[in-house]
């Protein structure tokens, strides 16, 4: 139901590492017409302490409070920035008391978990929205609008890569909290390819390595993956917590190519190399807020009553690719799956567009890259 009384949606922030810090909490001074900060929630009695002082938050609280936080009566949805492992027993905390849930991605580390996300706010009439930043960002969906356009032709062969140094004992790097490199990258080029050819992967193969490398135990340090679509489309990517920085895709098309640099991070700007029958054309799409947006674009999804795109079906839709990816690894051979229909992939009208942060020092929060 639509919200009555202020049009602005009061958030809770829950988890403040590294991305919560330097991205979530200042995003909220570019949505403020539709979104308010109000309480965080941290483990960390300094950390919440200092950033209450710097946000001017009186609510703050350990995640044994969390529940006081949910029925304050001063919420109306979380933002979870928590470790993927936590993801379903948040979400389904914050449904049965009736609050609206943002959640980062992954949307959780297995299928059932997602389903049952699903479920719970469904039953509790919240909304459930996945924090695909990208959904709401110029050079993504520009390059959505572009394969769908024919200038490239038929869209037909896609090829991504992200990878990071990661420092040790992040908790990327491990197992019980959900971390390695397919779980914490592995959404982006998946999600990539899926938006890009408007379509559903119908079979996988991946390898995985963990390498020698000690910091990465019981985990995937590098995984890459095959996906095939329908009607002869192929996607390949690969993501890694240990090599050097590299963040981009190529798709490849009857007629042409397009090349997205800097495709999946959130600071800095972005370029767009096209070439059509030899000629290269490129167009630089500068820094921007690519927190606000989804901030924004949630709070009218609540404010108005209307269903978010990227929903719980979307952040389920890249779990269960995430996990046959996981099963191929583990097996050796290739994982079929049945397509599941969308209804709704973004586009262009979803573009939302704010001035770039200056991200604030952070509070016993290290950059993953250390």
Same mark, same amino acid.
């Given at each position: 139901?639509?919200?009555?009384?202020? +049009? +602005?949606? !009061?958030?809770?922030?829950?988890?403040?590492?590294? $991305?919560?810090? /330097?991205?979530?909490?200042?995003?909220?001074?570019?949505?403020?017409? /539709?979104?308010?900060?109000?309480?965080?929630? &941290?483990?960390?009695?300094?950390?919440?302490?200092?950033?209450?002082?710097?946000?001017?938050?009186?609510?703050?609280?350990?995640?044994?409070?969390?529940?006081?936080?949910? &029925?304050?009566?001063?919420?109306?949805?979380?933002?979870?920035?928590?470790?993927?492992?936590?993801? !379903?027993?948040? /979400?389904?905390?914050?449904? +049965?008391?009736?609050?609206?849930?943002?959640?980062?991605?992954?949307?959780?580390?297995?299928?059932?978990?997602?389903?049952?996300?699903?479920?719970?706010?469904?039953?509790?009439?919240?909304?459930?929205?996945?924090?695909? !930043?990208?959904?709401?960002?110029?050079?993504?969906?520009?390059? $959505?609008?572009?394969?769908?356009?024919?200038? $490239?032709?038929?869209?037909?062969?896609?090829?991504?890569?992200?990878?990071?140094?990661v420092r040790p004992g992040?908790?990327?790097?491990?197992?019980?909290?959900?971390?390695?490199?397919?779980?914490?990258?592995?959404?982006?080029?998946?999600?990539?390819? !899926?938006?890009?050819?408007?379509?559903?992967?119908?079979?996988?193969?991946?390898?995985?390595?963990?390498?020698?490398?000690?910091?990465?135990?019981?985990?995937?340090? /590098?995984?890459?993956?095959?996906?095939?679509?329908?009607?002869?489309?192929?996607?390949?990517?690969?993501?890694?917590?240990?090599?050097?920085?590299?963040?981009?895709?190529?798709?490849?098309?009857?007629?042409?190519?397009?090349?997205?640099?800097?495709?999946?991070?959130?600071?800095?700007?972005?370029?767009?190399?096209?070439?059509?029958?030899?000629?290269?054309?490129?167009?630089?799409?500068?820094?921007?807020?690519?927190?606000?947006?989804?901030?924004?674009?949630?709070?009218?999804?609540?404010?108005?009553?209307?269903?978010?795109?990227?929903?719980?079906?979307?952040?389920?839709?890249?779990?269960?690719?995430?996990?046959?990816?996981?099963?191929?690894?583990? &097996?050796? +051979?290739?994982?079929?799956?049945?397509?599941?229909?969308?209804?709704?992939?973004?586009e262009i009208s979803q573009?939302?567009?704010?001035?770039?942060?200056?991200?604030?020092?952070?509070?016993?929060?290290?950059?993953?890259?250390?």
């Amino acid at each position: 139901m639509a919200m009555s009384g202020p +049009r +602005r949606v !009061r958030y809770a922030v829950v988890g403040a590492g590294h $991305i919560a810090q /330097t991205a979530v909490l200042p995003a909220f001074a570019h949505a403020q017409d /539709t979104s308010e900060l109000v309480a965080i929630v &941290s483990s960390d009695e300094a950390k919440r302490r200092a950033l209450g002082q710097r946000y001017r938050v009186s609510l703050t609280a350990g995640y044994e409070d969390y529940e006081r936080v949910l &029925s304050s009566g001063d919420i109306d949805a979380v933002y979870l920035a928590l470790p993927n492992h936590l993801h !379903r027993e948040y /979400t389904e905390r914050a449904a +049965r008391q009736g609050v609206h849930v943002l959640c980062e991605k992954p949307m959780a580390a297995t299928e059932g978990d997602c389903q049952a996300m699903l479920e719970v706010c469904d039953d509790n009439d919240v909304k459930l929205m996945i924090a695909y !930043r990208l959904h709401f960002e110029e050079a993504n969906l520009r390059a $959505i609008e572009l394969a769908s356009s024919g200038r $490239i032709g038929d869209p037909l062969l896609f090829g991504g890569w992200l990878t990071q140094q990661v420092r040790p004992g992040d908790i990327r790097t491990r197992e019980d909290a959900g971390g390695g490199a397919l779980l914490d990258e592995g959404p982006y080029p998946v999600n990539a390819a !899926r938006y890009l050819f408007q379509d559903e992967p119908i079979e996988v193969t991946a390898f995985a390595s963990d390498g020698v490398d000690p910091r990465f135990q019981g985990v995937d340090a /590098t995984t890459c993956g095959l996906l095939r679509f329908p009607d002869g489309r192929m996607a390949q990517f690969c993501v890694s917590q240990g090599a050097a920085a590299v963040s981009g895709y190529r798709l490849v098309g009857s007629q042409g190519e397009l090349v997205v640099e800097n495709a999946f991070d959130y600071q800095g700007e972005r370029k767009h190399v096209l070439t059509i029958d030899g000629k290269r054309e490129e167009r630089v799409f500068p820094a921007q807020d690519q927190f606000a947006p989804e901030l924004v674009y949630f709070s009218r999804c609540v404010l108005d009553d209307t269903d978010p795109e990227p929903d719980g079906c979307e952040g389920l839709a890249d779990v269960r690719v995430l996990v046959a990816l996981r099963q191929s690894a583990a &097996s050796g +051979r290739t994982v079929k799956l049945t397509p599941v229909p969308r209804s709704r992939r973004p586009e262009i009208s979803q573009l939302i567009t704010k001035p770039p942060l200056d991200p604030p020092p952070s509070i016993h929060a290290p950059p993953p890259t250390g």
